[in-house]
């Protein structure tokens, strides 16, 4: 089985099924961050060369299925696995965390992209939190008038911004912390991704007890197919594969 990773739920479904004799997981990692969790079994990392390139891969070897556990931000493997799949006759299975769903007391302004969430920040903050990741940097970079605080992994090659102060940390995050956090540096709106789960929702949760807007950026479009939530459902999947 080949799985797409680069998420806490690829490495937990990875470790689940290691010890699992009837499945020989292959996890595939993009290789963006430099020193990734540890994964439990077989680890490739790098691109396929676009889908042709996956659908090779998965000839050569012999894939029997593919789990897609990949980011909900990612925005190109999950349409390359979906053609490459069809194409080899390959049952592909998309594990995707819901989305955080608005409550009372947030105030979230809904963005299409990175451009979007840009060009709206003027109207809405002078001071903001941007943890949407070092390669989605540039959208932000003709705001020269605004001051960021930018939360990364790992130490970023350059920064395309003007004024920012980058601080490396590693989740879960806790609201409590994140409310100190985005007093400490007078933020005044959070710039996210709708990522779902419970690592990076500390700030959402701080944005809404503080009172401040959060501009979300909404998730990229999923190819068709089957789609589940858990790891726990992912399991079910593989085992009815399996018969
Ligand atoms: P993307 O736009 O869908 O992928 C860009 C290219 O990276 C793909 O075309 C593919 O290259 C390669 N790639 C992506 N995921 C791969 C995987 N699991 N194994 C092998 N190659 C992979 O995705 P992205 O937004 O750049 O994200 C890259 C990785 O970071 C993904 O694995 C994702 O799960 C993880 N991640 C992304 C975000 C985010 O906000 N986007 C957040 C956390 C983690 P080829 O075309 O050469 O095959």
Redesign the pocket.
């Known amino acids: 089985m080949l799985l ?4 806490g739920e690829a490495a937990a479904l990875a470790a689940r099924l290691a010890g699992d004799a009837r499945i020989d997981v292959i996890s ?3 290789g ?1 961050t430099r020193t990734p969790a540890d994964i439990p079994g077989r680890v490739r990392t ?5 889908t042709n ?2 659908a090779k891969y998965l000839a050569a070897e012999k894939i029997d299925l593919l789990i897609d556990a ?2 909900p ?6 349409h ?1 696995a979906a053609e490459a799949c069809a194409q080899a006759g390959v049952p592909r299975l998309r594990l995707l965390r819901p989305s955080w769903p608005q409550q009372q007391g947030d105030s979230w302004i809904a963005a299409t992209g990175l451009a979007t969430a840009a060009a709206q920040l003027p109207d809405v903050a002078k001071r903001v939190f941007l943890t949407t ?1 070092q ?1 989605d940097l540039d959208a932000f970079a003709s705001l020269t008038d605004i001051w960021f605080l930018i939360r990364l992994i790992e130490p970023p090659d350059s920064i395309p911004l003007e004024h920012y102060q980058v601080i490396l940390d590693r989740g879960p995050f806790h609201a409590e912390s994140e409310i100190a956090l985005l007093r400490e540096h007078r933020i005044e709106a959070v710039v996210s ?1 709708n990522s779902g789960g419970i690592a990076t929702y500390g700030k959402i949760a701080a944005a809404r007890g503080l009172g401040l807007p959060v501009i979300m950026i909404e998730r990229p479009p999923q190819p068709e197919g089957q789609a589940v939530e858990t790891i726990d459902a992912c399991v079910s999947w593989l085992h009815a594969q399996l018969g």
């Open positions: 797409l990773g680069g998420t595939s990692l993009a963006r790098g691109g396929f060369g676009g390139g996956l990949t980011h931000y990612a925005a190109t493997m999950p390359a990741g390669r991704k």
